[in-house]
C-alpha cells in the first residue's frame, strides 16, 4: 500500500490523534479483519498469531490499541499502517460495491452507521483539518468540544491560550475525557458547521441507505482494490474524503476577546453551581454574587460548634459526612462577626495537608462566607507561596497548606512580624496529624514556644478530625494517652463530640456496610515461577559477590533471606542489603570494587520484582511487564548504546527472557474480575434498569502505589465490557512525584475532583492521597485493593 502524497503528517501530530482515538477504536473496530490485510499489525498481535481468529475481538483490539499507543517508531509506522487499511477499506466499500463494514463494531440499531463511522475515522485519522483551520475557527471548536462536556473548562483555556490553529487543536485532541467514544462525531460535526460543505462521503453516506444486502467483502478482494489503488498515484485520502479543502473562511467572529468573556461566564457559573458540604444539598440557584448561603447547623452540628464558639481551643471530632466542614465555616463566621463587632484584630487561616484539600475547602468557605470577608487560597504552586506576608493584610480568610505558613511564622526572623500572633483564628483540617515530623506540629511547637515566653494575643486554635488515632496502643491507658498527646500539641482544652443529639446524627450520616473479600494468589503458573527462579538466580549470584566483598554484615544479612519473595519483609530485606552495600562504596577504598557495584544493580533489580510479584496477583500480566519495562528502561538505553557492564547485561538478560513468555491465558486475573464485578454491582445494573441513584453512584479504589493506579485504570478504560468502560475511571496520585513517574499537578488533581463531583468521572483509582477529607457526595463505594492503613485511615475512607 503506497502512502498518498497529502497524508505526510508530522508523527507526533498523528500519535497525538491516534491516541485520542483509542476509546473509539476499542468501542467500533473489530481487529480480525484489519489485521487479516496488514502483515505489520499482525506481526504486533502475539493473541492473533498464537491463536488466530478464535480469538475474542475484545481481546484483540485491546492488544492492538495498546501496540499503537506503546508505538515508540520514529515514524509512527503501526499507526501509518492503521491509517492505510481503514483508507483502503473506506474506498472499496465506499465506491458502492460492497457494503458490509466487516470491519466495524455498529449495531443495526447503533446511533451510527458503519459508513459513516468509517468516514470519520478516516477524516480524523488523515489529519488534514489540522492545516486547514485558522485561530479562529480553532478557537471555536475548543468552546464548542468544551460546551458538550468532551474537554474540562481547564484544559478549553489551556488550548486556547496556544499560538495557532495546529497547537489548540491538538492540545483538544489530548484533552479528550476518557471513556467518550463517541466524542468523534460532535467534532466532525463542529467542523462541518464551521465548513458547512457536502463531501463525497456524505453522498456515499445516503447512498448507502438504499443499498440492498451484498457478499462479505474478502480479503482477496482488498487486495485486488490495493493494487488498483497504487496504480490511481494521483489519488489521496483527501480527495476521498473531500475534506475542508476548498471551506471559506469562517464567517462568524470569535475573537480572543470573545474566548476570555466566554470563559468568565464560565467561571461564574461554576461558582454558582459549587457546593461542597456531603450532609447538606442546597440549592444550586444561588448567585455567587448573593451576601451568603444559609449557614443554618443542625441540632448535632450546634453541639459539635459550642466549645469553639465559646472561644475554647478545641478538637471537633465527629465522623465523615457529619458536616464538620460546615461547622468550622460557621465557627469562622461567628468568629470574624464578633471580632469585627469589637473592633478586634480578624485573620484566619485554614490549613489543609494537600493541595486538592486546599482547593475543596477554600471553595467551601467561599460559598458560605458572606463577600464581604475577603478569602484567597495558597499553596506550593501560587505566586504567593514565598509572599504571604505581603498579601496578609489584604485577606480575611486565607485557605493553606501548613507547610506555606511553617515558612511564614518560624525562625529567628519570621517573614510574618509577630510569627503565628497575626492571626485570630487557626483552624487544623485532619488535626490528627500534628505529631512529630508533621507541619502542624512544627506550628504548634512555634504557638506553645510563644505562649510560654510571652504574653502575646494568640490565636484560637480548632482541629478537625474524624478520628484522632492511638497509633499503636494495644490497652486502653495507652490509646488515652496517644489521644491527650495530639491534644497537648494542639493546646486543646477540650474534644467536642456529639453526646446529646447522637440519634440525630445517626439518623442522618450514612453507616457504611463492610464487606471483606480474600485476595486470591498466583504463585503456580509460569509467569510467578519464572519471576521467583530469576530472583533466586539473583540471591545465589549476590552470595557469591558478597563472599568476595569479606563483609561480616552482608554475609549476616545473606542467611537471613526471607522466603516469601513478594512480602513487603523481603522488600526491607533488599533494601536493608543495598543500604549495607552503599555504606561499602562510599568508603575511600572500595569506589572501584565492581563487586559492589554489581551487589547494588542486584538489589535494584530484586526490589523490581518483590513489586511485580505482588502487582501479579492484581492486575494483568502485560501491567507487570510494562513495570518491569519502566524500571528497566535506563539499562535498555544504556545497551543500546553499549553502555552496560558484563554483569549489567545479564542480570537485564533475565527481564528480556521474563518479556518473551506468551501472553495467552496470562489476562486471567481472578482478583481483577472481581473487582469488576463488585464495581458492577454497586455502581451499574443491566441497561434499561438503572434507577437514577445508581446512575450517578461514584466509587473510589484505593490501593498502595501510583503504578497499580494506573494499571487498575487502564484495565477500566480498556476493559471489554462496555458498561465499565462508560464509567469514566480516572487516576488520583500526589504531586509529590513528576508526571513521568505517575503523579499529578495540582491543577490535574482539581480536575479531576470537579470531574468525579460534577458525575462525567464516577470512578477513581486513588494512591492515600484521596484518604482524608476529601468531601464528595454520593460516593456509595470504597475499596481497599490490598490496601491496609491504620485505625485513621480505615475511619477516613469511611
Known amino acids: 500500500m503506497a502512502e498518498m502524497k497529502n497524508l505526510v503528517l508530522d508523527p507526533q501530530y498523528l500519535k497525538i490523534i491516534a491516541k485520542s482515538l483509542s476509546d473509539t477504536f476499542v468501542e467500533y473496530l473489530s481487529p480480525q479483519p484489519i489485521l487479516n490485510l496488514s502483515p505489520l499489525l499482525k506481526s504486533q498481535s502475539k493473541l492473533f498469531i498464537e491463536t488466530g481468529i478464535a480469538t475474542g475481538d475484545a481481546e484483540l483490539?485491546?492488544?492492538?490499541?495498546?501496540?499503537?499507543?506503546?508505538?515508540?517508531?520514529?515514524?509512527?509506522?503501526?499507526?501509518?499502517?492503521?491509517?492505510?487499511?481503514?483508507?483502503?477499506?473506506?474506498?472499496?466499500l465506499g465506491s458502492g460495491l460492497?457494503?458490509?463494514?466487516?470491519?466495524?463494531?455498529?449495531?443495526?440499531d447503533g446511533s451510527h452507521e458503519a459508513c459513516y463511522v468509517s468516514s470519520v475515522l478516516i477524516r480524523l485519522m488523515d489529519g488534514s483539518f489540522l492545516s486547514q483551520l485558522s485561530q479562529?475557527?480553532?478557537?471555536?471548536?475548543?468552546?464548542?468540544?468544551?460546551?458538550?462536556?468532551?474537554?474540562?473548562?481547564?484544559?478549553?483555556?489551556?488550548?486556547?491560550?496556544?499560538?495557532?490553529?495546529?497547537?489548540?487543536?491538538?492540545?483538544?485532541?489530548?484533552?479528550?475525557?476518557?471513556?467518550?467514544?463517541?466524542?468523534?462525531?460532535?467534532?466532525?460535526?463542529?467542523?462541518?458547521?464551521?465548513?458547512?460543505?457536502?463531501?463525497?462521503?456524505?453522498q456515499v453516506r445516503a447512498k448507502s441507505l438504499t443499498l440492498v444486502q451484498k457478499p462479505a467483502i474478502s480479503s482477496q478482494t482488498v487486495e485486488g482494490a490495493h493494487e488498483k489503488i497504487e496504480k490511481e498515484s494521483n489519488y489521496s485520502l483527501a480527495e476521498a474524503a473531500n475534506f475542508l479543502e476548498t471551506c471559506p473562511p469562517l464567517s462568524s467572529k470569535f475573537s480572543e476577546d470573545d474566548s476570555e468573556k466566554y470563559f468568565a461566564a464560565l467561571k461564574r457559573e461554576e461558582q454558582k453551581h459549587m457546593t461542597d458540604f456531603?450532609?447538606?444539598?442546597?440549592?444550586?440557584?444561588?448567585?455567587?454574587?448573593?451576601?451568603?448561603?444559609?449557614?443554618?447547623?443542625?441540632?448535632?452540628?450546634?453541639?459539635?460548634a459550642q466549645d469553639a464558639l465559646a472561644g475554647k481551643n478545641t478538637i471537633i471530632c465527629a465522623p465523615t459526612g457529619s458536616g464538620k466542614t460546615r461547622?468550622?465555616?460557621?465557627?469562622?463566621?461567628?468568629?470574624?462577626?464578633?471580632?469585627?463587632?469589637?473592633?478586634?484584630k480578624k485573620k484566619v487561616a485554614f490549613l489543609a495537608r494537600t493541595v486538592p484539600l486546599v482547593m475543596q475547602q477554600f471553595k467551601s468557605l467561599k460559598r458560605y462566607l458572606p463577600n464581604k470577608y475577603l478569602m484567597e487560597n495558597v499553596t506550593g504552586d501560587s505566586e504567593y507561596s514565598m509572599n504571604l506576608h505581603k498579601l496578609l493584610d489584604h485577606y480575611d480568610v486565607v485557605v493553606m497548606t501548613p507547610r506555606i505558613l511553617e515558612n511564614h511564622v518560624t525562625g529567628e526572623d519570621p517573614l510574618i512580624p509577630g510569627g503565628l500572633a497575626a492571626f485570630s483564628l487557626l483552624v487544623f483540617d485532619e488535626c490528627h496529624h500534628t505529631r512529630k515530623g508533621e507541619a502542624y506540629n512544627s506550628l504548634m511547637l512555634s504557638y506553645l514556644h510563644t505562649k510560654m515566653k510571652s504574653s502575646v494575643d494568640l490565636p484560637q486554635v480548632v482541629g478537625l478530625t474524624a478520628s484522632i488515632g492511638v497509633e499503636k496502643a494495644k490497652k486502653v491507658s495507652e490509646a488515652e494517652v496517644n489521644i491527650l498527646k495530639i491534644c497537648s500539641n494542639l493546646d486543646a482544652v477540650c474534644i467536642s463530640m456529639v453526646k446529646k443529639y447522637e440519634k440525630e446524627m445517626e439518623e442522618l450520616v450514612p453507616v457504611p456496610k463492610e464487606e471483606i473479600k480474600l485476595l486470591k494468589e498466583r504463585d503456580h503458573d509460569e509467569c510467578s515461577e519464572?519471576?521467583?527462579?530469576?530472583?533466586?538466580?539473583?540471591?545465589?549470584?549476590?552470595?557469591?559477590?558478597?563472599?568476595?566483598?569479606?563483609?561480616?554484615?552482608?554475609e549476616k544479612l545473606m542467611k537471613k533471606i526471607p522466603q516469601d519473595k513478594k512480602s513487603q519483609q523481603y522488600g526491607q530485606w533488599v533494601v536493608m542489603m543495598e543500604k549495607k552495600a552503599m555504606a561499602i562504596a562510599r568508603q575511600p577504598q572500595k569506589e572501584t570494587n565492581t563487586s559492589i557495584h554489581s551487589i547494588l544493580v542486584i538489589a535494584y533489580h530484586l526490589k523490581a520484582y518483590n513489586v511485580a510479584l505482588d502487582l501479579y496477583d492484581l492486575v494483568q500480566w502485560r501491567d507487570v511487564l510494562d513495570f518491569l519495562k519502566k524500571h528497566f528502561n535506563d539499562f535498555c538505553e544504556r545497551k543500546a548504546k553499549g553502555g552496560l557492564t558484563r554483569a549489567e547485561d545479564t542480570f537485564y538478560s533475565f527481564f528480556k527472557e521474563l518479556e518473551q513468555l506468551q501472553r495467552t491465558k496470562k489476562n486471567n486475573n481472578r482478583n481483577l474480575k472481581d473487582l469488576k464485578k463488585v464495581i458492577k454491582r454497586n455502581l451499574l445494573q443491566e441497561e434499561g434498569t438503572q434507577s437514577e441513584s445508581r446512575k450517578i453512584s461514584k466509587g473510589i479504589i484505593f490501593v498502595r502505589t501510583r503504578f497499580l493506579a494506573h494499571a487498575l485504570a487502564s484495565s477500566m478504560e480498556n476493559s471489554t465490557d462496555g458498561l465499565l468502560r462508560g464509567l469514566g475511571t480516572s487516576v488520583f496520585t500526589g504531586t509529590e512525584a513528576p508526571e513521568s513517574e505517575g503523579g499529578m499537578t495540582s491543577a490535574q488533581q482539581e480536575e479531576i475532583i470537579d470531574q468525579f463531583?460534577?458525575?462525567?468521572?464516577?470512578?477513581?483509582?486513588?494512591?492515600?492521597?484521596?484518604?482524608?477529607?476529601?468531601?464528595?457526595?454520593?460516593?456509595n463505594l470504597v475499596i481497599k485493593y490490598n490496601h491496609v492503613g491504620n485505625e485513621v485511615t480505615t475511619v477516613q475512607m469511611r
Open 757 to 779: 463531583m460534577n458525575g462525567s468521572l464516577r470512578l477513581l483509582v486513588a494512591t492515600s492521597v484521596a484518604e482524608e477529607g476529601l468531601d464528595i457526595p454520593e460516593c
Open 98 to 108: 460492497y457494503a458490509d463494514y466487516k470491519h466495524l463494531n455498529c449495531q443495526p
Open 530 to 554: 519464572k519471576i521467583v527462579k530469576i530472583i533466586k538466580d539473583l540471591e545465589q549470584r549476590a552470595l557469591q559477590l558478597i563472599k568476595e566483598v569479606e563483609h561480616e554484615d552482608l
Open 278 to 304: 456531603s450532609d447538606e444539598s442546597d440549592s444550586d440557584d444561588d448567585d455567587s454574587e448573593n451576601e451568603m448561603v444559609n449557614l443554618a447547623l443542625r441540632h448535632y452540628q450546634e453541639e459539635l
Open 327 to 344: 461547622v468550622a465555616t460557621y465557627v469562622i463566621l461567628e468568629h470574624l462577626k464578633k471580632r469585627e463587632g469589637a473592633n478586634l
Open 61 to 92: 483490539i485491546e492488544e492492538l490499541v495498546h501496540c499503537l499507543n506503546e508505538d515508540e517508531s520514529e515514524g509512527a509506522e503501526l499507526i501509518v499502517e492503521l491509517r492505510k487499511v481503514l483508507h483502503d477499506l473506506h474506498h472499496v
Open 136 to 202: 479562529q475557527e480553532a478557537c471555536k471548536i475548543c468552546s464548542i468540544m468544551c460546551e458538550k462536556k468532551f474537554i474540562s473548562e481547564k484544559s478549553s483555556e489551556m488550548a486556547l491560550k496556544k499560538n495557532n490553529a495546529i497547537e489548540i487543536c491538538l492540545e483538544v485532541l489530548t484533552s479528550i475525557r476518557q471513556r467518550k467514544p463517541d466524542w468523534p462525531f460532535e467534532f466532525v460535526e463542529c467542523l462541518k458547521s464551521i465548513h458547512p460543505v457536502h463531501s463525497d462521503n456524505d
